[in-house]
């Protein structure tokens, strides 16, 4: 059971350039969310999807997109990357029950620089 | 919108005394609570939770105590180790969402 997988766990990005954040999961989890952390800031939501088909955006998602074509991806877009985006990415998943989420599964994370 | 505080960014023990992390939420209606661990250059871990109908929730050697009159909630750690320290999360969920809103994490440091 590999629970959440991110890759790449590094990446180094050059203003401008795009790029896919990878993330799957094996534990058939509704809930799907993207955080990015900096230090001081603590975790901060990007974007989330409580399922196939369904996304929503969180408290930062300028400059990122998401999809959710099957329950187990949950991709991470950036359009073009500036250097403000320099952060550590964590996916996270949980199961949906009675409209609370049961905590959350992350992942090791993804470590993106932007020169 | 919820907000998650905390009250000190760090923490410093000594090996085998009893660590409490504190942590500070805004909305009465939340009904979810969550700590988490993280070591360095890892995701966060889950350690324990316990929802707003309850008052205390114990784990292995750890202690979730949550006070919903003053909105507030502790993680207690009893025999602190050095594999403890970490930056340690509380983490908030209720209304009528599926978010957990995270405080900024107070970093634990066990001296031998």
Wanted: charged share 15%; aromatic share 10%; glycine share 10%.
């Amino acid at each position: 059971n590999a629970g959440v997988t991110q890759t790449p766990k590094f990446q180094v990005l050059k203003t401008g350039q795009s790029m896919t954040l990878q993330c799957a999961q094996d534990m058939n989890h509704e809930y799907m969310s993207w955080y990015r952390q900096d230090p001081g800031m603590g975790l901060r939501l990007i974007h989330y999807s409580v399922g196939a088909g369904i996304t929503d955006q969180g408290e930062v998602p300028n400059g990122y997109n998401v999809s959710r074509s099957t329950t187990e991806d949950f991709p991470l877009r950036l359009l073009s990357a500036a250097p403000s985006q320099t952060s550590v990415y964590f996916c996270a998943s949980s199961r949906i029950w009675a409209r609370s989420s049961y905590g959350y599964t992350f992942g090791s994370g993804t470590r993106l620089t932007v020169v | 919108g919820e907000s998650v505080g905390l009250h000190l960014p760090t923490l410093s023990v000594q090996e085998g005394d009893n660590s409490i992390i504190n942590c500070a939420y805004s909305n009465s209606a939340s009904d979810y609570f969550i700590w988490y661990k993280q070591e360095s250059g890892k995701g966060p871990q889950f350690i324990i939770d316990i929802r707003s109908n309850m008052d205390k929730r114990q784990g292995q050697r750890v202690t979730v105590l949550l006070n919903k009159t003053v909105k507030h909630l502790s993680l207690q750690i009893a025999a602190t180790q050095p594999g403890d320290s970490a930056v340690y999360f509380c983490a908030v969920s209720g209304g009528s969402n599926y978010k957990l809103t995270f405080g900024k994490g107070t970093l634990l440091t066990v001296n031998p």
